[in-house]
Nanobody, 124 residues
Framework: QVQLVESGGGLVQAGGSLRLSCAAS????????MGWFRQAPGKEREFVAS????????YYADSVKGRFAISRDNAKNTVYLQMNSLKPEDTAVYYC?????????????????WGQGTQVTVSS
């Protein structure tokens, strides 16, 4: 079992940056693929970025490519999402997730454990 706790959300102006963190419990963090998803009010939860257990493979949604970067520190049991050039349409609750497909797949079904989420609000 993995427990995930996100942090780092907040209110930022358009064009600004935020770094989200997701701290995982348990000794097997380094064997899990990790993903970030987001859900805006009235919308489905959507994929944002993912990283394989080794860190060698990453995927990004087209809407964030070139602006967001996912990384992980297995020694700290933490995955990060660096968000730059933020836009109002990035406003959402951001969730981190852990899964063991080994492919860092960009889909909800590939992840078994989810955090509670952290709110990101981008003002125009």
């Amino acid at each position: 079992q993995v427990q995930l706790v996100e942090s780092g959300g907040g209110l930022v102006q358009a064009g600004g940056s935020l770094r989200l963190s997701c701290a995982a419990s348990g000794r097997s963090f380094s064997t899990y693929d990790m993903g970030w998803f987001r859900q805006a009010p009235g919308k489905e939860r959507e994929f944002v970025a993912s990283i394989s257990w080794s860190g060698r493979t990453t995927y990004y949604a087209d809407s964030v490519k070139g602006r967001f970067a996912i990384s992980r520190d297995n020694a700290k049991n933490t995955v990060y999402l660096q968000m730059n050039s933020l836009k109002p349409e990035d406003t959402a609750v951001y969730y981190c997730a852990a899964g063991r497909t080994g492919r860092a797949a960009p889909m909800r079904s590939a992840y078994d454990y989810w955090g509670q989420g952290t709110q990101v609000t981008v003002s125009s």
